[in-house]
Structure formats: C-alpha cells, structure tokens
C-alpha cells in the first residue's frame, strides 16, 4: 500500500521533471539580422521577422509544482501575439530575457 501512496507518485513525479529537462534542453534560440529564430522540442524551427518582434517577457510559471517548472520566456509580437520560448540562451545575446531583449534593440538599431 505505501508503494502506491509514496513510490508511485515520485517516480511520476521524477518522470515528469526528466521529461522538462529534455524539452528544454533541446530546444533553441537564435536572433540574427533576418528574425528570431526559435525552436521548441521537439517542434520543427520556427522564424519570427525581427520587425514583428516587440520583445520577450519572462513566463509566468502557473498551478501545481509551478516552482519546480523550468525558467521559459514568451516572445510577444506587435500584433500582441505571445508565443513560449522554452530556451532563454542565445549564442550571440547570452542568458535570461534582458540579454535577448538587448540583443534585440541591438539588432533593431544596426537596421
């Protein structure tokens, strides 16, 4: 009975944080002169013109065990559309949104 009650669920519970490990690790973020390119493991790429892009937010993590949940970030497009970015590094902005976001204006200001 203790088995069901405790083993159980934190070997799902184990699974589950193997499973965000490995969603975020794989998945990527570059911004270059032509958009921001991103992609969400394990969906194909996805490229965002660098003029649609308004900015990124942090996400906000939500519902149970939300503090156990991976840092992510949501790209926010002028039209107010939001989409989740599951890497918050790029190899020429760095880490964690200021650093995209400087990244950004950096980008806009060249063009």
């Given at each position: 009975?203790?088995?069901?009650?405790?083993?159980?669920?934190?070997?799902?519970?184990?699974?589950?944080?193997?499973?965000?490990?490995?969603?975020?690790?794989?998945?990527?973020?570059?911004?270059g002169e032509d958009g921001v390119e991103f992609r969400n493991y394990p969906s194909p790429p996805r490229?965002?013109?660098?003029?649609?892009?308004?900015?990124?937010?942090?996400?906000?993590?939500?519902?149970?065990?939300?503090?156990?949940?991976?840092?992510?970030?949501?790209?926010?497009?002028?039209?107010?559309?939001?989409?989740?970015?599951?890497?918050?590094?790029?190899?020429?902005?760095?880490?964690g949104v200021d650093a995209l976001n400087a990244r950004v204006a950096a980008l806009r200001s060249r063009?």
């Amino acid at each position: 009975m203790v088995v069901f009650l405790v083993v159980i669920p934190l070997i799902v519970l184990a699974l589950a944080a193997g499973a965000a490990f490995v969603s975020v690790h794989n998945s990527t973020l570059a911004i270059g002169e032509d958009g921001v390119e991103f992609r969400n493991y394990p969906s194909p790429p996805r490229t965002v013109p660098l003029a649609d892009v308004t900015r990124f937010e942090e996400a906000q993590a939500v519902g149970n065990f939300s503090s156990l949940r991976p840092a992510t970030a949501v790209l926010v497009l002028r039209d107010g559309t939001r989409l989740a970015v599951r890497s918050l590094s790029a190899p020429d902005a760095g880490t964690g949104v200021d650093a995209l976001n400087a990244r950004v204006a950096a980008l806009r200001s060249r063009g």
